[in-house]
Protein backbone atom coordinates (compact mmCIF):
# COMPACT_ATOMS: atom_id res chain seq x y z
CA UNK A 1 0.00 0.00 0.00
CA UNK A 2 1.20 3.26 -0.97
CA UNK A 3 1.27 5.75 2.50
CA UNK A 4 0.65 9.38 2.27
CA UNK A 5 2.37 11.60 5.20
CA UNK A 6 1.85 15.15 5.93
CA UNK A 7 3.44 17.65 7.47
CA UNK A 8 2.63 19.53 9.52
CA UNK A 9 0.38 17.59 11.87
CA UNK A 10 -0.94 21.34 13.22
CA UNK A 11 -0.21 25.08 11.55
CA UNK A 12 -0.75 28.09 13.28
CA UNK A 13 -1.68 31.24 11.07
CA UNK A 14 -2.83 34.15 10.99
CA UNK A 15 -4.95 35.93 8.21
CA UNK A 16 -3.02 37.12 5.37
CA UNK A 17 -0.41 34.57 5.98
CA UNK A 18 1.12 32.29 3.32
CA UNK A 19 0.66 28.73 4.45
CA UNK A 20 2.43 25.71 3.51
CA UNK A 21 1.60 22.26 3.84
CA UNK A 22 3.83 19.13 2.62
CA UNK A 23 2.78 15.80 1.67
CA UNK A 24 4.79 12.83 1.37
CA UNK A 25 4.18 9.15 -0.64
CA UNK A 26 6.10 6.05 0.32
CA UNK A 27 6.43 5.92 -3.52
CA UNK A 28 6.32 7.32 -6.62
CA UNK A 29 2.70 8.25 -7.39
CA UNK A 30 3.67 10.49 -10.44
CA UNK A 31 0.93 13.82 -10.13
CA UNK A 32 -2.39 11.80 -9.29
CA UNK A 33 -2.73 13.36 -5.90
CA UNK A 34 -5.71 15.58 -4.53
CA UNK A 35 -5.94 18.33 -1.85
CA UNK A 36 -9.06 18.45 0.36
CA UNK A 37 -10.48 21.41 2.98
CA UNK A 38 -12.50 20.11 5.37
CA UNK A 39 -14.69 22.18 8.18
CA UNK A 40 -15.31 20.56 11.34
CA UNK A 41 -19.05 19.19 10.74
CA UNK A 42 -18.70 18.91 6.63
CA UNK A 43 -17.62 16.95 4.27
CA UNK A 44 -14.31 17.57 2.43
CA UNK A 45 -14.13 20.07 -0.74
CA UNK A 46 -12.12 18.96 -3.47
CA UNK A 47 -9.48 21.96 -3.95
CA UNK A 48 -6.73 20.82 -5.88
CA UNK A 49 -6.62 17.31 -8.46
CA UNK A 50 -3.42 16.19 -10.34
CA UNK A 51 -1.09 17.31 -8.03
CA UNK A 52 -1.54 20.92 -9.48
CA UNK A 53 -4.78 22.03 -11.40
CA UNK A 54 -7.16 24.15 -9.65
CA UNK A 55 -11.15 22.77 -8.82
CA UNK A 56 -13.17 24.97 -10.65
CA UNK A 57 -14.45 27.56 -8.47
CA UNK A 58 -11.92 27.09 -5.72
CA UNK A 59 -10.32 30.70 -5.14
CA UNK A 60 -6.51 31.33 -6.89
CA UNK A 61 -5.42 31.47 -3.55
CA UNK A 62 -4.64 27.94 -3.75
CA UNK A 63 -2.02 26.16 -5.35
CA UNK A 64 -0.63 22.47 -5.71
CA UNK A 65 3.26 21.73 -7.09
CA UNK A 66 4.91 18.62 -6.55
CA UNK A 67 5.70 15.09 -8.47
CA UNK A 68 6.61 11.51 -7.92
CA UNK A 69 6.54 11.19 -4.30
CA UNK A 70 6.49 15.15 -2.59
CA UNK A 71 3.91 17.38 -2.83
CA UNK A 72 2.73 21.00 -1.22
CA UNK A 73 -0.32 22.73 -0.91
CA UNK A 74 -0.04 26.41 -0.98
CA UNK A 75 -2.35 29.36 0.29
CA UNK A 76 -1.15 32.76 -0.47
CA UNK A 77 -3.33 35.29 1.72
CA UNK A 78 -4.99 32.90 3.98
CA UNK A 79 -8.71 34.13 4.92
CA UNK A 80 -10.98 33.10 7.49
CA UNK A 81 -12.84 30.57 5.44
CA UNK A 82 -9.36 28.80 5.41
CA UNK A 83 -9.12 27.78 9.15
CA UNK A 84 -9.80 23.94 8.55
CA UNK A 85 -8.22 20.36 8.18
CA UNK A 86 -6.42 19.99 4.73
CA UNK A 87 -5.87 16.36 3.30
CA UNK A 88 -4.02 15.20 0.56
CA UNK A 89 -5.29 11.70 -1.40
CA UNK A 90 -3.29 9.68 -3.88
CA UNK A 91 -5.33 7.61 -6.73
CA UNK A 92 -1.89 6.71 -8.33
CA UNK A 93 -3.01 2.83 -7.97
CA UNK A 94 -6.23 1.73 -7.19
CA UNK A 95 -5.83 1.75 -4.04
CA UNK A 96 -6.43 4.91 -2.79
CA UNK A 97 -5.21 6.44 0.76
CA UNK A 98 -5.66 10.04 2.42
CA UNK A 99 -2.98 11.33 4.17
CA UNK A 100 -3.15 11.86 7.98
CA UNK A 101 -4.55 15.54 8.08
CA UNK A 102 -3.00 19.18 8.61
CA UNK A 103 -4.99 21.53 10.80
CA UNK A 104 -4.74 25.25 10.43
CA UNK A 105 -5.57 27.11 13.23
CA UNK A 106 -5.54 30.84 14.62
CA UNK A 107 -2.37 32.08 15.68
CA UNK B 1 -26.37 19.16 -10.38
CA UNK B 2 -25.39 16.18 -9.07
CA UNK B 3 -25.91 15.25 -5.70
CA UNK B 4 -25.39 12.44 -3.17
CA UNK B 5 -27.37 11.37 -0.30
CA UNK B 6 -26.77 8.45 2.39
CA UNK B 7 -29.26 6.59 4.68
CA UNK B 8 -29.41 3.58 6.71
CA UNK B 9 -29.25 2.68 10.70
CA UNK B 10 -27.58 5.51 12.77
CA UNK B 11 -26.81 2.40 15.16
CA UNK B 12 -25.56 -0.62 14.60
CA UNK B 13 -24.90 -3.98 17.19
CA UNK B 14 -21.38 -5.34 17.22
CA UNK B 15 -20.70 -8.19 15.22
CA UNK B 16 -23.49 -7.14 12.98
CA UNK B 17 -23.66 -6.00 9.52
CA UNK B 18 -23.83 -2.33 8.90
CA UNK B 19 -25.87 -1.40 5.65
CA UNK B 20 -25.75 2.07 4.11
CA UNK B 21 -26.80 3.16 0.38
CA UNK B 22 -25.79 6.22 -1.29
CA UNK B 23 -28.90 7.84 -3.79
CA UNK B 24 -27.18 9.58 -6.55
CA UNK B 25 -29.48 12.36 -8.14
CA UNK B 26 -28.53 15.09 -11.11
CA UNK B 27 -26.48 11.92 -12.92
CA UNK B 28 -26.71 8.27 -14.00
CA UNK B 29 -24.49 5.92 -12.00
CA UNK B 30 -23.98 3.91 -15.19
CA UNK B 31 -22.23 6.59 -17.40
CA UNK B 32 -19.59 6.42 -15.57
CA UNK B 33 -16.78 7.84 -12.75
CA UNK B 34 -15.89 5.93 -9.57
CA UNK B 35 -18.63 5.70 -6.57
CA UNK B 36 -17.07 5.46 -3.33
CA UNK B 37 -17.41 5.17 0.40
CA UNK B 38 -14.64 7.00 2.77
CA UNK B 39 -15.30 6.93 6.88
CA UNK B 40 -13.69 9.52 9.80
CA UNK B 41 -14.09 8.20 13.03
CA UNK B 42 -14.95 10.76 15.25
CA UNK B 43 -12.28 13.30 16.05
CA UNK B 44 -9.95 11.46 13.42
CA UNK B 45 -9.18 11.83 9.38
CA UNK B 46 -10.63 10.16 6.46
CA UNK B 47 -9.56 6.84 5.88
CA UNK B 48 -11.01 5.56 2.05
CA UNK B 49 -13.33 2.17 2.47
CA UNK B 50 -13.59 0.95 -0.86
CA UNK B 51 -14.74 1.96 -4.61
CA UNK B 52 -17.07 0.44 -7.49
CA UNK B 53 -16.24 1.63 -10.72
CA UNK B 54 -19.59 2.29 -13.45
CA UNK B 55 -18.98 -1.13 -14.65
CA UNK B 56 -19.03 -2.90 -11.38
CA UNK B 57 -15.20 -3.43 -10.57
CA UNK B 58 -15.07 -2.92 -6.99
CA UNK B 59 -11.53 -2.23 -5.09
CA UNK B 60 -11.35 -2.08 -1.44
CA UNK B 61 -8.96 -1.06 1.46
CA UNK B 62 -7.06 -4.37 2.12
CA UNK B 63 -7.47 -3.32 5.89
CA UNK B 64 -11.05 -3.66 5.34
CA UNK B 65 -11.47 -6.06 2.72
CA UNK B 66 -12.24 -9.20 4.11
CA UNK B 67 -15.53 -7.46 5.67
CA UNK B 68 -16.37 -5.09 3.02
CA UNK B 69 -19.03 -5.18 -0.02
CA UNK B 70 -19.46 -2.32 -1.86
CA UNK B 71 -22.58 -3.31 -4.75
CA UNK B 72 -24.69 -0.70 -7.16
CA UNK B 73 -28.53 -0.85 -8.30
CA UNK B 74 -28.50 1.31 -11.61
CA UNK B 75 -32.04 0.97 -11.99
CA UNK B 76 -32.36 3.12 -8.28
CA UNK B 77 -29.28 5.00 -9.04
CA UNK B 78 -27.52 4.23 -6.07
CA UNK B 79 -24.55 2.18 -4.40
CA UNK B 80 -24.39 0.23 -1.27
CA UNK B 81 -21.83 -0.58 1.53
CA UNK B 82 -21.86 -3.56 3.43
CA UNK B 83 -20.03 -3.84 6.67
CA UNK B 84 -19.80 -6.85 8.50
CA UNK B 85 -18.59 -8.04 12.03
CA UNK B 86 -18.82 -4.48 13.20
CA UNK B 87 -16.88 -3.70 16.10
CA UNK B 88 -16.86 -0.23 18.17
CA UNK B 89 -13.78 0.76 16.09
CA UNK B 90 -16.32 0.61 12.88
CA UNK B 91 -18.05 4.09 14.43
CA UNK B 92 -17.38 6.99 12.14
CA UNK B 93 -19.33 9.41 10.22
CA UNK B 94 -19.14 7.59 6.74
CA UNK B 95 -19.24 9.63 3.51
CA UNK B 96 -20.25 8.35 0.20
CA UNK B 97 -18.20 10.32 -2.72
CA UNK B 98 -17.70 10.71 -6.57
CA UNK B 99 -14.42 10.25 -7.89
CA UNK B 100 -13.27 11.56 -11.01
CA UNK B 101 -11.06 8.64 -13.76
CA UNK B 102 -7.86 10.32 -13.99
CA UNK B 103 -8.15 10.75 -17.47
CA UNK B 104 -10.58 13.72 -16.64
CA UNK B 105 -8.16 14.81 -13.46
CA UNK B 106 -9.46 12.28 -10.99
CA UNK B 107 -10.63 13.48 -7.15
CA UNK B 108 -13.33 12.74 -4.97
CA UNK B 109 -15.37 15.98 -6.42
CA UNK B 110 -18.88 15.65 -5.17
CA UNK B 111 -19.61 14.73 -1.61
CA UNK B 112 -22.66 13.05 0.41
CA UNK B 113 -23.20 15.08 3.72
CA UNK B 114 -22.12 12.14 5.59
CA UNK B 115 -24.19 9.92 8.06
CA UNK B 116 -23.16 8.66 11.37
CA UNK B 117 -23.18 5.23 12.88
CA UNK B 118 -22.38 4.47 16.37
CA UNK B 119 -21.77 0.57 16.71
CA UNK B 120 -22.90 0.16 20.20
CA UNK B 121 -25.16 -2.66 22.13
Known amino acids: DIQMTQSPSTLSASVGDRVTITCRAS??????LAWYRQKPGKAPKLLIYKASSLESGVPSRFSGSGSGTEFTLTISSLQPDDFATYYCQQYNSYLWTFGQGTKVEIK | QVQLQESGPGLVKPSETLSLTCAVSGYSISSGYYWGWIRQPPGKGLEWIGNIYHSGSTYYNPSLKSRVTISVDTSKNQFSLKLSSVTAADTAVYYC??????????????WGQGTMVTVSS
Open chain 1, 27 to 32: QSISSW
Open chain 2, 97 to 110: ARHRPRATGGGFDI
